[in-house]
């Protein structure tokens, strides 16, 4: 696995001088050239809020109180979608109603093959988000860009979303309070009290990785950051840039799991895919609870662009 060095922040910051001026945008202006807007800054347009369902509804033989809650948990997440609504240029995404654990996906009408997108993003703490791409109309299908800005979350690595359920990342992180308890920034979490910790596997799928530090001089708390993510190939290769610097890189079809059948999920998601923002649910099974997504806390998006390469 590469691990970015120093020369490699530098060509970060020169690669990002285009990205961060498109942070300074408004969702009604005009897209970066060779991109165009996937969001209009005043609408749902070209956007279908989709449910997540979590969990599956308890087997016959369980019962109890603990199975009915589960029960009636996964009913309602069926029904609901998420919270999206859009405020002066700015898409906005929570859990609905706020606090319920009830979350969903807000899924894009068109499908792309290659490209390259832009996108801001300004999470709460703490949030489970993302951006999935060669999803499912359903959204809930394909590969996630992790914007899980929550305990042990990995920023700007990779889930495969119902593609293998793997993790490649190559940090975890988790937020610094002040002395009244509010959350002022992040630092990289202590493997003793991860979660999900780090293991040797999930930094291997990796073919570039920075550092958590590289990460953390990047990242702007409480901030619009500013993601690219490039997707190209059959089976993507993709990589992932915050405020300019590379994060990750991952070529899924030289990834080798024994869940991940490459056949199988070529066939399923095919050579194009739509894109999907998440809002993370939180069941009564959840072992984060309210640090998954805290009550009333949502994720911001703005400008987001797209360029397509084939």
Known sequence: MAVAG???????IIAGALIGSVSNLRGDEAPPEGFRALFDGKSLAGWTAMPRPQGSKPSATQSGKAANELESFYEKSLKSRGKWTVQDGILIGGQDPPGSGLGGYLVSNEAFGDFELLIDAKPDWSVDTGVLVRTTPGGNVGYQILIDHRRSGGIGGFYGNGTGNFHAL?????????????????????PRTSLAPVTEEKRRLLSYAATSEQFLKAWKFGEWNTFRIRCE?????LTTWINGVK???????????????????????????RISLEVHSNGPNDRLGKDRWAPGAVCRWRNIYIKELR
């Open 6 to 12: 120093r020369p490699a922040v530098w060509v970060g």
């Open 170 to 190: 190559a940090f975890n992180v988790a937020a610094v309070f002040d002395a009244s308890g509010k959350p002022v920034g992040l630092k990289e979490e202590d």
């Open 233 to 237: 190939g059959d089976l993507p290769h």
């Open 247 to 273: 994060i990750a890189e991952l070529d899924t079809d030289k990834t080798a799991l024994p869940n991940f059948d490459k056949k199988a999920v070529l066939e399923r998601l095919g050579r194009r895919g």
